[in-house]
């Protein structure tokens, strides 16, 4: 490891920052670095200018991609090398507003069904039921499961919080039909099946696909999707949004206001009213 590299690694955990961080700001100096094909400390303001101009015509990257080469590079040269560089600050990096895909109940049971691994089921349906991102999901432990006052405790969110999520008790049935059967090892509620870490990210996205597509579910949708429906359902049940900002772990209500736009309640009501206002003399 060169001393650079290190240097950076130690400063990232300095500032307290997630291990996926790291690993996504190091990779957008390495892919700087194999760009121009030398060490990145020696690299101008120019090379920097010409190498975002490259991301964004040549490769044209998505924005997500633009913003974690922005900030990685940025942090190496403003936080390792002690410098500043004018061309950062020119990068753009505006995402387009989509709205997320969701799933109805019935397909998200569709789907679930289809999941023939028990471990692998047994983990999407505890994120579905209790709202979680695939990384609070697969990593839960053991001891994060509360029977008694049927609740999960959610370390390091998003942002680094801790939160409290109602344990459905569905997903509890489910769980301890898995744990007699399985007995994970701990730490880990969903282990690998050596033990030691959870299991991979990937293994779950390739098991929500697998069933996606058995399931016949003509939808455009991954894991997270399983969280975006559990939060348009609960605004279809009536649930106020600042507890549903609660559970899903949000900064600010703007992010939560999204689901409204997405529940079919709504949107008949917003037809009914607008064909009421056509009907009229």
């Not at 999707?225 to 600010?252: D, F, M, N, P």
């Amino acid at each position: 490891m060169s001393q650079l590299r290190r240097r950076m690694i130690e400063n990232m955990q300095l500032r307290g920052y997630a291990k996926s961080t790291q690993q996504s700001y190091l990779w957008a100096v390495e892919s700087l670095s194999r760009h121009y094909g030398r060490a990145p400390d020696r690299l101008g303001d120019e090379d920097l200018r010409q190498y975002f101009l490259h991301l964004i015509n040549a490769k044209q990257v998505a924005a997500s991609t633009l913003q974690i080469q922005r900030y990685g590079i940025q942090f190496f040269f403003e936080r390792v090398l002690g410098r500043t560089w004018p061309a950062l600050d020119l990068v753009c990096h505006k995402r387009r507003k989509k709205l997320p895909v969701v799933l109805s109940r019935q397909e998200v049971q569709r789907v679930l069904r289809c999941v023939h691994s028990l471990r692998q089921r047994a983990c999407l349906m505890v994120i579905y039921g209790c709202g979680l991102r695939l990384s609070e999901g697969r990593c839960l432990q053991i001891r994060d499961i509360d029977s008694d006052r049927m609740q999960v405790h959610v370390r390091g969110g998003k942002g680094g919080k801790d939160r409290y999520v109602p344990l459905p008790s569905r997903c509890l049935d489910l769980l301890r039909v898995y744990w007699s059967r399985e007995r994970p090892p701990r730490p880990w509620l969903f282990p690998v099946r050596q033990g030691g870490r959870p299991i991979d990210s990937g293994t779950v996205q390739k098991a929500f696909r697998g069933a996606l597509r058995e399931s016949r579910v003509n939808k455009a949708a991954s894991v997270h999707t399983l969280r975006h429906s559990y939060a348009t359902h609960l605004v279809e049940a009536g649930l106020a949004l600042h507890l549903i900002q609660q559970l899903l772990g949000h900064k600010s209500p703007t992010t939560t206001v999204i689901y409204t736009h997405l529940t079919q309640k709504i949107k008949g009501d917003v037809c009914a009213a607008v064909n009421d206002l056509m009907d009229q003399p």
